[in-house]
């Protein structure tokens, strides 16, 4: 009997162990991944390799003009994703009541998460480029303007691709506003517009910024979408153009032409440039940018979201 | 009786009256703007649908449904010869998706194995195994884990893993299936861990409580009551995890080796459907039979990740109802 339990007690422990040692693997390997492009990244990290532009034949130089097309893509992606997105959060979680239509929306939206992000390219070919930009040239008679892969296409075609990261989140924040606030706020009087913009968005603004961070972090790091789309090797001039009002000019983004981008960077360089072994350090450079970047936006949100449930636990 | 005429009062008194009117337009405006909205969100959903479909149908009007399959044609001597390649731009294309779907199957598949034995092992240090202090601090780190851009993933093991994979395994070719999968893993291993931690904790503590209350040992109640009673949250988390393997791009187009090799080979460069996109989309000319075939490529990778995402979404649909008992 004695024995009996011991030995069921070995295979646990063996058991545990294993289930221990595979985590510490992952582990393990994680920051041996992290750590490699560190120590190879680090050394050409400098103030003039950020905003210094590529020079001969892309073996020196910085990566400035792919990670102002980042900024600027990423920019215009959340102008179109972020309120489209917030609204229609709104919508579903205050207005809308649990019919067949909503759970429609619901379901497409999990499942709009799920497609392959290179299906999004085709998309945003098929329907950004060909048809909208196409029709647009058209009927503004501006010739080959609109009709063709640019910064434009990419960020909205990068703002549908996180339209659910958005969705989903401010969902989560609307929905974790206690029903009593809003009872509170109908008992003095107010409406529901009102309830809405003085009572719960004010203490769903947390979670909202949440998503939108992870939904920053998500499009800067895509690249399979923006393959087509507009995405540059090299460019000479940075995607920017004069708007005036009158006398008064301010450059402005250009969403009509292309642009450099830090992971197509990173992909472009590693796979297809003259040189790929001369340029490694410039690579390893781009892909400790990239990694900093998509990591200080995650633990930013990741720190929101932690004082945002910390706040709400204490409601 | 006295509140319903006190309420009747209220509503009749000129102030209620003066307020309603006013207010009532403004407010069934600002409700259809946000239901305009959450209207244009479905729209985009059902458009990339539609788009997709409507270019990638306009390849059968060249391409027979059975040319996606194989091409029968007569080889020197003249006997027919069944051939299932992908050349879409040789005099005589051929656009065979075998090939394509093998390679795509060849990095997903040992990629999902992988995946499911280390992150299913993982979920369970996290929910069962971990210090509880410790996990507040581990599950952040699984989530940026899962926020690493493939494309680094996909460089890291092109100037890495195919070098150190290459010395110790000596494939036949340096690009191959087996370094994709690799590649993948790290995509999918955070999927797989953190969804079946979600699943194992959401399993009730009673459960666990009787369990040992039984005389059951640690991993007596984690293998013979936690696993069993997630089974269905484990199994989705896995097709989650396949799906989104056959979904992803930046790894295969960079570590496969993009030769669409007809094998079952793993340590030969493949080809998958998504590298096939990323790779030729850029040159083909538009309203070619390769242009719109390349469509029809993303219909069929669109069709079943959809399917996987789908069965997985039901599973994880009756685990909730299940669960709330």
Same mark, same amino acid.
């Given at each position: 009997?004695?024995?009996?339990?011991?030995?069921?007690?070995?295979?646990?422990?063996?058991?545990?162990?294993? #289930?221990?040692?595979?985590?510490?693997?992952?582990?393990?390997?994680?920051?041996?991944?992290?750590?490699?492009?560190?120590?190879?990244?680090?050394?050409?990290?400098?103030?003039?390799?950020?905003?210094?532009?590529?020079?001969?034949?892309?073996?020196?130089?910085?990566?400035?003009?792919?990670?102002?097309?980042?900024?600027?893509?990423?920019?215009?992606?959340?102008?179109?994703?972020?309120?489209?997105? #917030?609204?229609?959060?709104?919508?579903?979680?205050?207005?809308?009541?649990?019919?067949?239509?909503?759970?429609?929306?619901?379901?497409?939206?999990?499942?709009?998460?799920? #497609?392959?992000?290179?299906?999004?390219?085709?998309?945003?070919?098929?329907?950004?480029? !060909?048809?909208?930009?196409?029709?647009?040239?058209?009927?503004?008679?501006?010739?080959?303007?609109?009709?063709?892969?640019?910064?434009?296409?990419?960020?909205?075609?990068?703002?549908?691709?996180?339209?659910?990261?958005?969705?989903?989140?401010?969902?989560?924040?609307? @929905?974790?506003?206690?029903?009593?606030?809003?009872?509170?706020?109908?008992?003095?009087?107010?409406?529901?517009?009102?309830?809405?913009? @003085?009572?719960?968005?004010?203490?769903?603004?947390?979670?909202?910024?949440?998503?939108?961070?992870?939904?920053?972090?998500?499009?800067?790091?895509?690249?399979?979408?923006?393959?087509?789309?507009?995405?540059?090797?090299?460019?000479?001039?940075?995607?920017?153009?004069?708007?005036?009002?009158?006398?008064?000019?301010?450059?402005?983004?250009?969403?009509?032409?292309?642009?450099?981008?830090?992971?197509?960077?990173?992909?472009?360089?590693?796979?297809?440039?003259?040189?790929?072994?001369?340029?490694?350090?410039?690579?390893?450079?781009?892909? !400790?940018? !990239?990694?900093?970047?998509?990591?200080?936006? @995650?633990?930013?949100?990741?720190?929101?979201?932690?004082?945002?449930?910390?706040?709400?636990?204490?409601? | 009786?006295?509140?319903?005429?006190?309420?009747?009062?209220?509503?009749?008194?000129?102030?209620?009256?003066?307020?309603?009117?006013?207010?009532?337009?403004?407010?069934?405006?600002?409700?259809?703007?946000?239901?305009?909205?959450?209207?244009?969100?479905?729209?985009?959903?059902?458009?990339?649908?539609?788009?997709?479909?409507?270019?990638?149908?306009?390849?059968?009007?060249?391409?027979?449904?059975?040319?996606?399959?194989?091409?029968?044609?007569?080889?020197?001597?003249?006997?027919?010869?069944?051939?299932?390649?992908?050349?879409?731009?040789?005099?005589?294309?051929?656009?065979?998706?075998?090939?394509?779907?093998?390679?795509?199957?060849?990095?997903?598949?040992?990629?999902?194995?992988?995946?499911?034995?280390?992150?299913?092992?993982?979920?369970?240090?996290?929910?069962?195994?971990?210090?509880?202090?410790?996990?507040?601090?581990?599950?952040?780190?699984?989530?940026?884990?899962?926020?690493?851009?493939?494309?680094?993933?996909?460089?890291?093991?092109?100037?890495?893993?195919?070098?150190?994979?290459?010395?110790?395994?000596?494939?036949?070719?340096?690009?191959?299936? /087996?370094?994709?999968?690799?590649?993948?893993?790290?995509?999918?291993?955070?999927?797989?861990?953190?969804?079946?931690?979600?699943?194992?904790?959401?399993?009730?503590?009673?459960?666990?409580?009787?369990?040992?209350?039984?005389?059951?040992?640690?991993?007596?109640?984690?293998?013979?009551?936690?696993?069993?009673?997630?089974?269905?949250?484990?199994?989705?988390?896995?097709?989650?995890?396949?799906?989104?393997?056959?979904?992803?791009?930046?790894?295969?187009?960079?570590?496969?080796?993009?030769?669409?090799?007809?094998?079952?080979?793993?340590?030969?460069?493949?080809?998958?459907?998504?590298?096939?996109?990323?790779?030729?989309?850029?040159?083909?000319?538009?309203?070619?039979?390769?242009?719109?075939?390349?469509?029809?490529?993303?219909?069929?990778?669109?069709?079943?990740? /959809?399917?996987?995402?789908?069965?997985?979404?039901?599973?994880?649909?009756?685990?909730?109802?299940?669960?709330?008992?």
């Amino acid at each position: 009997m004695e024995l009996k339990k011991r030995k069921k007690d070995i295979a646990g422990f063996v058991s545990i162990g294993i #289930v221990r040692i595979t985590f510490s693997f992952l582990v393990l390997i994680l920051l041996l991944l992290l750590g490699k492009i560190f120590i190879e990244g680090i050394g050409v990290i400098s103030l003039e390799f950020l905003i210094d532009e590529p020079r001969n034949n892309m073996t020196e130089g910085g990566i400035g003009p792919a990670i102002f097309g980042t900024v600027a893509v990423t920019l215009l992606m959340v102008l179109f994703a972020v309120p489209l997105g #917030v609204f229609s959060a709104i919508y579903l979680n205050e207005y809308a009541k649990d019919t067949f239509f909503t759970r429609i929306i619901r379901t497409s939206i999990n499942n709009l998460a799920g #497609v392959p992000s290179i299906v999004f390219g085709l998309f945003g070919l098929g329907f950004f480029i !060909l048809f909208i930009g196409k029709n647009l040239d058209e009927v503004f008679q501006t010739g080959l303007l609109f009709g063709q892969p640019a910064l434009l296409w990419a960020s909205t075609t990068l703002a549908v691709l996180v339209l659910p990261i958005v969705i989903v989140s401010t969902l989560e924040a609307l @929905n974790s506003v206690p029903k009593s606030h809003r009872d509170a706020s109908y008992g003095l009087g107010a409406t529901k517009w009102q309830t809405i913009k @003085n009572v719960v968005l004010p203490q769903a603004r947390p979670g909202i910024l949440t998503g939108t961070i992870l939904a920053i972090s998500r499009g800067a790091g895509e690249t399979a979408p923006i393959l087509f789309l507009g995405a540059a090797f090299f460019l000479p001039n940075l995607p920017v153009a004069d708007l005036c009002i009158g006398d008064y000019c301010i450059p402005m983004i250009n969403p009509t032409e292309q642009f450099m981008y830090l992971a197509y960077h990173i992909f472009i360089m590693a796979t297809q440039s003259a040189n790929p072994t001369k340029t490694l350090p410039i690579q390893y450079g781009s892909t !400790l940018v !990239l990694i900093v970047l998509t990591f200080l936006l @995650n633990i930013t949100a990741i720190i929101f979201r932690y004082r945002f449930r910390k706040l709400l636990g204490r409601l | 009786m006295e509140d319903k005429e006190f309420f009747q009062k209220a509503v009749n008194s000129k102030y209620a009256k003066k307020i309603g009117k006013h207010t009532r337009l403004k407010e069934s405006l600002i409700k259809i703007f946000f239901a305009v909205n959450g209207t244009m969100a479905l729209i985009f959903i059902i458009l990339i649908f539609v788009f997709l479909f409507k270019e990638g149908f306009k390849a059968l009007d060249h391409i027979g449904l059975l040319d996606f399959l194989y091409l029968d044609r007569p080889d020197a001597s003249g006997n027919i010869e069944r051939v299932f390649q992908w050349y879409p731009t040789s005099e005589e294309p051929r656009y065979s998706l075998i090939p394509l779907l093998i390679g795509t199957f060849l990095t997903a598949f040992p990629a999902t194995i992988i995946s499911t034995l280390l992150g299913v092992g993982a979920g369970i240090y996290l929910s069962e195994v971990a210090n509880p202090k410790f996990k507040e601090f581990l599950k952040p780190m699984i989530e940026l884990f899962a926020g690493i851009p493939t494309v680094v993933l996909g460089f890291i093991m092109l100037v890495v893993g195919a070098s150190f994979f290459n010395d110790i395994l000596h494939p036949a070719n340096r690009l191959n299936a /087996f370094v994709a999968s690799i590649g993948l893993s790290f995509v999918i291993i955070p999927i797989i861990a953190s969804l079946t931690e979600d699943a194992l904790h959401s399993i009730p503590n009673d459960l666990r409580m009787a369990s040992y209350g039984l005389g059951a040992t640690k991993w007596q109640t984690i293998s013979k009551v936690i696993l069993p009673a997630a089974f269905s949250g484990v199994s989705a988390s896995i097709l989650l995890g396949f799906g989104r393997a056959i979904g992803e791009t930046m790894i295969v187009l960079m570590c496969a080796g993009n030769a669409a090799n007809l094998t079952s080979n793993i340590f030969l460069s493949v080809r998958t459907m998504t590298a096939t996109i990323a790779a030729e989309m850029g040159e083909v000319s538009q309203g070619s039979d390769h242009y719109y075939s390349l469509f029809f490529i993303g219909i069929v990778l669109f069709t079943i990740t /959809f399917f996987l995402n789908l069965i997985a979404e039901i599973i994880i649909n009756k685990m909730r109802k299940k669960n709330t008992f």
